[in-house]
């Protein structure tokens, strides 16, 4: 969308030739790096680069694809970096469908999908289509697989192939055309709209809009809620806070619920036990795996362990480094707003603000940096859990970012603030240091400002959600623009410069296709994780702190519709295509989910009892030493026993309900054991009918001849309990028998009747 | 063993012949009880009963089994009831091995089994015999299964069938000597001694003793530390309640890690999926299931939840009822022993123990009662579900009567004594009235008596498991001795009487095993959820209050091997033969197990905070007043967290152990996985050979073949995309172009450095 000469998909029919094949019909092209060509020798990096290349060449050639090789990035300096573009297609359909066959009967196997697949000449059957995601998975997996698994063992960016930059697949513009007008001219997605984008982009971008969905449905009742709330009950509501905690509950067991029943509605339920192994996973040594005698790679899980208990001062550091700058920035915030009366307090005022802007983000990006190294320390066997450790790892570091400035407002600066602020007197220290004359600094009388906390949690409910969307959407496409912008004016300049390579000239009817993935290339590749980090974050806002401001639920509602359409814009324009993985929930998120519902319960507990002005011993009022602390214990440990109580309730009454993906489940377990029973019950009416027929009634009938022959002789050559069963010769005796028995019964109560009439 | 006659194997054989089938090869013996004939009416209960049991052995001799009748209990007098036993033995092999198969598919459908079973005929296979248990289950159920599943449809006791008192399988006289044999000699039953039992009576009743034996062995720990702590720490340690507190998260996880281990060893994981209709359910209407187009019978959820909300009032009654019981027992107990010192004290001191010996067990038994009819109001579908509810309440119950004595003295008694004692005045003006002269009478002074909750502890860990255990295997023992006794001394008066009916002789090789089969019939049913209710109970007064007398483990340790042996006598000696169901778990007994070790952090961190002689704010020493609340409960709600992070850890690592039945499971998954795939790379292969030979290769070939021709014509019959593809011919070329660019690089790098040079 950011492209305007795209943006027509006619327009490309007419240069392109076809709108069928608008890509060309590829399916991955590959961004071959070539280092800067500094010495000419042999040995050089370029030289390696091409002994690779060719290598690429054949290894992808046996393995099954066509290809074809473009120039890329010309080096616009001879010490800038080039880049060839090598553009991959499964070459033959039947490759494609035993690739596809394989891989159902492994979901099958696992227990991913119901039913066996159909054989592989059926694949293409309507009720089983081969989606774009399936078919750009598959051949994903054929490029990385290792070799002796059938694929070309291509890890990109790892070792002998650190010169592939990146493997990505091409947007399908017309798609993302209509996908963008679509959405952006409705209010609610529904189940069709995201079926699309797990077509197009696989199960795991398509769970977090279906998160980012369900949330924002979700959200209708705290705007709605809160915004009642805020006309009539102002803020520090205990009515607010428990609803506001019911409804987390309800919200994350429902959607624990709906992620199951959209996995089943996807055919990948369970598909978090087909694991992806991890290119870069280091093993030790190469061991037997006991159970299934295949060679396994092993790392030693007490080393792990060892290297995964690093998390702990890395928490620590974190804690550390981000909290010292939080609470320095938030001391000298302080300190200038609300007791400084020098000079320069106007100018003065924004330092706080200028340094969390210079340091916040250098810190948090030296972290991530540390955390992902930290991950990779770790040396993880699979993807997943990779994943996961990260994901935890940026969890904390994103929690104390965003949440601790609050945290200190209202557990530390309102309540201990009078204790507290006359250590401030460092500042002043320091400053009249920078100031003349001994005499001391206006300074006025310091009063707790309880507004502060309101006003903090608006700033990060409010401004920084559109902070946010500005960094997100708009500063990577400016960025985008002024890089292209520098480029020109760099290739005007360097044009009469004897070392710049000209690549040969693109044909005609191939230049805008290589136009576009050129600029494809250059992309960025598109993390869900940070998205769903964002959410994470801001659900947090709204369990631990709305209770401060309850309109909060109404920003973000605003904030969601835009931000599903903002990160729409960015899959489609801001990056390349992502690889369509699959999954089956939104993964370690869930548990930070569950984690902040649960902090919030006690949070929102913690904060009315201390804030609210009808309660009793508040704050802002006030001293902290007036509140007995058993009663804010009891309030808190209360809130936190109710939230517990209820999950528990709502998770017993959610796991009863029923839902369209459970019911499809069972139709096809139904359908399968109906079969498979049908199948058994028609081979037993043939093994009967091909004359084995030894029912119960021929057998007694077969013991009862043999009995009479027996009787003659008296029956002595059998034992007794073969005779015991001979005593009665078919049902019917027995019944005589039986009956017998009980005439006697019934003659002895005859006999009892008469002789009470005597 | 109880039964000193039968005891002797070797006995048994030499009557009735052959030690191979002491029990004349019978599967389930039906008890049918036959009413008094108190009128010889042709439509009384007697013409009742025979209609009946004509159509019960009809039904049973067309499912397929073999009958015999013989006579029961004989009316002793004309009123009393009398009974038939009709002896059953599935007649052919074949109909077991077809249910045994199909009821195998069955399983491998549920995903009970991994590899589907071999077909019929190789049933007795080594691998996977036919173990009694199977044979008996499934037999049962071809007695109880609807006619249109192809059972006989006799449900025992319900409508029809009242007269069917006990449907009962034979003991195995020679197994259970065995088994009493060799448990009484040792003191660790492995897993070899739990597959005997679940061969022998099912994985139901194997769970109990492998609960009991997990169980038993975690004891060692508590028992050894308890004596230390005993003797080093003392009572109320903080030390020993945070270590027990561990032990029983250990326990607890280790428990559920082993459950499912065992669960798999048995080869019964996940069958709590397949559930046993309940024949007492009662339907509203017949709907049609919309997944599998079934007719099902359908009972309203909301009348059934509506039923369900019965249980708070429920509850509300045992809490008064028994609450009330038990307060008023304390109240007059304390008054005596500590207040009153007025005449007959010395007698007066029994009192209270001899009102709770009166009504507890009413109450209980009358609540129990209620408790049953509740739960079949509620109507479940099926028997787990009912089972579930029930043991709900029974667990409600005795969490009452067990726990809430010492409840009372632990969290009233001693901290507000000193405030209620005066309340007891109201005993004191009772007594006064049944005295002569207004003179008060005399009383002493009162103090708290701070031994007393620990006499009580004791009391509950150590007389009350003796107790028990008289009231569980002595008396039922002794009650039948003397009815037995009581039976004779009747049949020797009413020799003379006319009523009386004599059944006809037995035939003189039956008599010993008839005998055999008359005194199982009279015997009660074996119902494990009593046996799990008392540890569970148990394991709570270890959780929550082992730290007033940490000597509770040792007694429990040696209670607990006592316990095993004497529930193995129950089963063999004192129970009928138990049917032996499946189970995957100990059922809803886990999750009262994982309540009171929470509970048990809660309550152990306020008693030790609360008891703890070398703290601060003791109780029994200062009033209760003098305790900071804010710091009892920052200890309790600390306890408590701790706990709930303690078990996060251990659940984290246990799900990493690996386990041996884990291990099969593995195994055979894997197996099955390649045994399928590679069966699938042989039909790649067999079809690639049968000619359909497309592979990249060809294609490429083919592709490159018809471009010889097209390059003639100059490509133009084909669209961009097609000649896109086509302008590299084959992997060689596309290195060449590749290398080509690289060149132009290579040399731009080669004119840079002459430039520097020059």
Tied chains: 1, 2.
């Excluded at 002024?482 to 040969?504: C, L, S």
Aim: with cysteine; glycine share 8%.
């Amino acid at each position: 969308m950011a492209d305007s000469r795209d943006s027509s998909p006619e327009g490309l029919v007419s240069t392109s030739g076809g709108s069928k094949y608008p890509n060309f019909e590829v399916d991955y092209v590959i961004n071959y790096h070539l280092p800067p060509p500094t010495t000419p020798s042999p040995s050089g990096p370029l030289a390696e680069a091409e002994a690779s290349f060719t290598q690429l060449i054949t290894l992808l050639s046996k393995t099954g694809f066509a290809l074809e090789v473009r120039p890329g990035r010309a080096p616009l300096t001879p010490t800038s970096p080039s880049s060839l573009l090598i553009f991959l297609r499964i070459a033959s359909p039947s490759l494609l469908e035993k690739q596809i066959y394989r891989y159902r009967v492994q979901d099958w196997l696992y227990g991913v999908r119901t039913a066996a697949p159909g054989p592989p000449n059926s694949l293409s059957a309507p009720q089983e289509p081969i989606t774009d995601a399936e078919r750009l998975r598959l051949a994903y997996l054929l490029i990385t697989k290792p070799v002796n698994e059938g694929g070309a063992g291509i890890t990109p960016g790892i070792g002998q192939w650190r010169f592939v930059k990146a493997v990505f697949p091409l947007h399908d513009r017309k798609f993302n055309k209509e996908w963008i007008t679509s959405w952006s001219t409705k209010y609610i997605l529904d189940d069709s709209d995201l079926l699309k984008i797990r077509n197009q982009f696989g199960e795991k971008v398509a769970f977090y809009f279906a998160f980012l969905q369900s949330y924002f449905q979700f959200l209708l009742f705290p705007a709605l809620f809160g915004s009642a709330a805020w006309l009539i009950l102002g803020g520090f509501s205990w009515v607010y806070a428990v609803v506001n905690c019911l409804w987390g509950v309800v919200f994350f067991e429902h959607w624990k619920m709906k992620e199951v029943d959209l996995a089943v509605q996807w055919g990948v339920r369970g598909v978090g036990k087909i694991q992806l192994p991890r290119p870069q996973f280091k093993f030790e040594r190469e061991g037997v795996d006991e159970v299934t005698g295949e060679i396994v790679k092993v790392y030693s899980p007490y080393k792990r362990l060892a290297r995964q208990l690093l998390q702990v001062p890395f928490a620590g550091a974190c804690v550390c480094v981000l909290g010292g700058l939080i609470l320095g920035c938030f001391s000298i915030e302080i300190f200038i707003t609300e007791v400084y009366m020098g000079p320069f307090k106007q100018y003065l005022t924004f330092l706080p603000t200028v340094l969390l802007t210079i340091f916040m983000p250098t810190f948090t990006t030296l972290l991530t940096k540390l955390a992902e190294r930290l991950t990779e320390l770790e040396n993880y066997e699979t993807v997943d859990a990779h994943q996961a450790s990260f994901v935890q790892k940026i969890f904390v570091l994103n929690f104390i970012t965003s949440y601790l400035g609050i945290f200190l407002t209202a557990f530390v600066y309102v309540p201990f603030g009078k204790i507290l602020v006359p250590y401030l007197d460092v500042f002043q220290l320091t400053a009249q240091k920078f100031t003349a004359e001994g005499k001391p600094l206006p300074t006025k009388e310091w009063v707790i400002n309880p507004d502060r906390l309101r006003k903090q949690v608006i700033y990060f409910t409010v401004t920084a959600q559109i902070v946010n969307f500005a960094t997100e959407v708009v500063v990577p496409y400016a960025k985008r623009r002024i890089f292209r912008t520098v480029e020109k004016v760099q290739t005007e300049i360097k044009k009469g410069d004897q070392a710049r390579v000209e690549w040969p000239k693109d044909a005609e009817e191939e230049e805008r296709f290589l136009k576009r993935v050129r600029e494809e290339a250059e992309l960025g590749e598109y993390d869900v994780t940070i998205d769903y980090r964002e959410m994470v974050i801001q659900f947090g806002y709204l369990s631990l702190f709305s209770v401060v401001w309850p309109l909060t639920g109404c920003s973000f509602l605003v904030n969601n519709w835009v931000e599903a359409r903002s990160d729409a814009v960015k899959i489609a324009a801001n990056s390349q295509r992502p690889i369509p993985w699959r999954a089956d929930s939104i993964g370690p998120w869930l548990d930070a989910l569950g984690f902040l519902s649960w902090l919030g319960s006690v949070v929102s507990a913690a904060l009315v009892y201390l804030f609210n002005k009808s309660g009793g011993g508040q704050l802002g009022v006030g001293s902290v030493w007036d509140i007995p602390g058993w009663a804010l214990l009891l309030a808190v440990m209360g809130s936190e026993h109710v939230y517990l109580v209820v999950q528990m309730v709502v998770r017993g009454v959610i796991r009863r309900l029923d839902s369209p993906g459970l019911r499809k489940e069972r139709a096809e377990r139904f359908a399968m054991r109906r079969e498979l029973l049908e199948r058994m019950v028609e081979e037993e009416v043939v093994s009967e009918e091909a004359g084995e027929k030894v029912g119960w009634e021929g057998q007694r009938e077969g013991i009862s001849r043999e009995v009479l022959e027996e009787e003659a002789r008296g029956l002595s050559g059998l034992g007794p309990e073969k005779r015991f069963w001979l005593r009665q010769r078919g049902a019917g005796e027995s019944v005589e028998v039986g009956r017998g028995l009980i005439q006697l019964v019934s003659l002895a109560g005859g006999n009892n009747s008469t002789v009470k009439r005597q």
